[in-house]
Structure formats: structure tokens, C-alpha cells
């Protein structure tokens, strides 16, 4: 398996940098993603995941890492509430 090269994008309205300025980098194929807007513990609904792969897809990179994912602390420490 190769390595491909990733650049961090925090999504439209969140991120100065666009896709199209990224496209520009040579060699970048992936964006590594992730709903900032979501709270700890709130759910990422499949349409909100489908509407920011199907952006990147358009802009012509990958989409197979998905960062910072918030996990509500309950989980994180094991408790009841979990």
C-alpha cells in the first residue's frame, strides 16, 4: 500500500482555505474531514456525512479520514451516562 498525501480541511464557512486552493497543491489526494459544528455526543446524521463526501468527491480527492470525531466525556471516562 502507498501513502497519499492529506491536507486537514475544517469545511466551508469554518476553513479561509477552499478545495479549489488545495487542488492547486501538487500531489494532495485526500482531505481529512470531520462535522465541526457537532458537539461532544451530538449525532452525525448521514446526510450531513454524505453532503460533505459528496463536496470533496466533486472537488476530485478522497474522503477516507474523518478527524475529531467529539466524543461526549461520559464515554470517554466510562461512566453510567455512557
Keep these: 500500500m502507498s501513502m497519499k498525501m492529506g491536507w486537514r480541511w475544517y469545511g466551508e464557512g469554518n476553513d479561509p482555505i477552499t478545495?479549489?486552493?488545495?487542488?492547486?497543491?501538487?500531489?494532495?489526494e485526500e482531505i481529512?474531514?470531520?462535522?465541526?459544528?457537532k458537539m461532544p455526543g451530538e449525532i452525525w446524521e448521514e446526510n450531513e456525512i454524505k453532503d460533505v463526501v459528496d463536496q470533496i468527491h466533486a472537488a476530485g480527492f478522497s474522503a477516507t479520514v474523518v478527524e475529531s470525531v467529539n466524543v461526549h466525556d461520559d464515554i470517554k471516562i466510562g461512566l453510567p451516562t455512557r
Design 19 to 28: 478545495l479549489s486552493d488545495i487542488k492547486q497543491i501538487p500531489g494532495v
Design 32 to 37: 481529512v474531514w470531520a462535522l465541526h459544528s
